[in-house]
């Protein structure tokens, strides 16, 4: 099993920046690609970005493209998000999840396995 442990959500101007992280521990060795997702008060969980674990391949979602950037320290098993220029529509729980198949499509959350807590990311105008 592997465990995930968020922290870095927090209240930011409109155009400022936060970064996450993700710091994951346990059967690590298992993880194919770790993920962010985010969820805004009465909408779905949507995709945000993700990174595979072997060739680390990034994937974005069209709204964050240029604006935030996924990452990973192997050594920490750590993944971040660095969220740069943020928006009024950035504001939402934010969960980092792992993947252990290798198959199946990295946007979606369906084929993630585990899921952090959460941590809110708010965006005052």
């Known amino acids: 099993q592997v465990q995930l442990v968020e922290s870095g959500g927090g209240l930011v101007q409109a155009g400022g920046s936060l970064r996450l992280s993700c710091a994951a521990s346990?059967?690590?060795?298992?993880?194919?690609?770790m993920g962010w997702f985010r969820q805004a008060p009465g909408k779905e969980r949507e995709f945000v970005a993700a990174?595979?674990?072997?060739?680390?391949?990034?994937y974005y979602t069209g709204s964050v493209k240029g604006r935030f950037t996924i990452s990973r320290d192997n050594a920490k098993n750590t993944m971040y998000l660095q969220m740069n220029s943020l928006k009024p529509e950035d504001p939402a729980v934010y969960y980092c999840?792992?993947?252990?198949?290798?198959?199946?499509?990295?946007?979606?959350?369906?084929?993630?396995?585990?899921w952090g807590q959460g941590t809110q990311v708010t965006v005052s105008s």
């Open positions: 346990g059967r690590t060795f298992s993880i194919s690609a």
């Open positions: 999840a792992v993947k252990k198949a290798a198959s199946g499509s990295t946007y979606s959350q369906a084929y993630y396995d585990t």
């Open positions: 990174i595979t674990w072997g060739h680390s391949t990034l």
